[in-house]
């Protein structure tokens, strides 16, 4: 039976407690919080590093197998979540109010970095994350459309360009500003004007993860986002085709050579046409995680046209499943790196 004096008892069962992903204690990471003692029950928090965590299930299990072992049993814990910040020495500035930026990209036009994009972002969000979106595709945004949003919506407030609010994220695109099917023809140093304008002169408010959408190719919008605000991690998309998984690894190279660590390459439209886990190979040969598989699927791209993104429009679908683990994975490998950049290793 646990009473005040067990507290240090306590503290050292859950010092025998690892985060499975960051291998290091949760007491010492700081996680549990609030701990009482009330007659046989054991009260704690533990504070996960992100909403959005794969491991809470793993981490329960291994706190209650560990207070079992000095004999408490009566435990309730509340959970809760904050997610920590992207720091990089020397690295760009941080967007202002945003914990981590994540940027979504491939060499590849048309494998689905858009609709990982908006996916991700509401599954993130629905996870109960602080999230925004923001549009990297100047000359082509698909944004509004996949968020069902009309030209001339966005919003001038008085610290900056306000964000729609939609899925619950908050989104900026330079097609919300212009009306529908202007085309943009701008060229490089004006892309990169507006990129950095879309990442800095917005008034995000208070945000857990900035999605970025970008364009194909190794382009002005990718350079000037790598360039002008701190990155914590990219998301490569690529479908199992021989010929998207080399564009992938051009994005992989481009990444790496503007300083910015990969999360792991997704493998999108996955099915008897295009093949399957070609890029789940390319992320092993590559020494890089694997994100995981999304389908092939029509209400993907129902989704997108019709301004519905398939996780909000069908949340209970197998689809919607596959962009949850997604981003849960994602949430994991941001919450990995920074603890390796707080701990000085790249
Ligand atoms: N898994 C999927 N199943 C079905 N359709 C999909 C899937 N992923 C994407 N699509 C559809 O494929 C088309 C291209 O996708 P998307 O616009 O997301 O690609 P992209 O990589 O952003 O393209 P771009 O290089 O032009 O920016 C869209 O019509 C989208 O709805
Ligand atoms: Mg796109």
Redesign the pocket.
Same mark, same amino acid.
Request: proline residues 12%; glycine residues 20%; without cysteine.
């Given at each position: 039976m646990a009473n005040l004096a067990d507290q240090n008892a306590v503290l050292a069962a859950l010092r025998t407690v690892n985060d499975p992903e960051l291998h290091r204690d949760i007491v010492s990471l700081n996680m549990v919080r609030d701990l009482a003692i009330e007659g046989s029950t054991v009260h704690f928090s533990v504070i996960l590093t992100t909403p959005a965590c794969p491991l809470r299930e793993t981490i329960d299990r291994d706190v209650r197998a560990a207070l079992s072992g000095i004999g408490v049993n009566d435990v309730q814990i509340d959970w809760g979540a904050e997610v920590r910040t992207t720091s990089r020495p020397d690295g760009p500035r941080k967007i202002e109010g945003v914990r981590n930026v994540i940027a979504v990209a491939?060499n590849k %036009?048309?494998?689905?970095?858009?609709?990982v994009s908006v996916n991700l972002a509401v599954a993130l969000a629905s996870l109960g994350a602080h999230v925004g979106l923001l549009d990297a @595709?100047i000359t %082509?945004p698909?944004i509004p459309t996949m968020l069902g949003i009309e030209g001339g919506l966005q919003a001038s407030g008085q610290n900056g360009l306000q964000p729609v609010e939609t899925y619950g994220i908050k989104a900026v695109s330079i097609g919300f500003v212009l009306p529908k099917g202007t085309p943009v023809v701008w060229r490089g140093p004006m892309i990169g004007t507006g990129v950095r304008q879309l990442m800095h002169d917005v008034d995000w408010g208070d945000l857990d993860y900035l999605v970025i959408d970008l *364009? *194909?190719g190794t382009s002005d919008a990718s350079m000037s986002m790598a360039q002008d605000a701190l990155i914590a991690g990219a998301v490569i /998309?690529s479908t199992p085709s021989k010929v998207s998984i080399e564009d992938a690894q051009k994005a992989v190279a481009m990444f790496d050579r503007l300083g910015i660590p990969v999360f792991g390459i997704v493998e999108?439209?996955s099915s008897d046409i295009f093949g399957r886990g070609g890029a789940r190979q390319a992320a092993e040969d590559l020494g890089l995680e694997f994100l995981g598989e999304?389908?092939?699927? /029509?209400r993907?791209?129902e989704g997108? @046209?019709g301004g519905v993104p398939v996780v909000a429009g069908h949340p209970e679908s197998e689809i919607a499943e596959s962009f949850f683990h997604l981003a849960e994975q994602v949430a994991a490998r941001c919450s990995v790196l920074q603890f390796a950049g707080e701990a000085g290793v790249r």
């Open positions: 491939s %036009g048309g494998v689905g970095k858009s609709s @595709d %082509g698909n *364009p *194909p /998309v999108n439209m999304l389908p092939l699927d /029509v993907i791209r997108g @046209d």
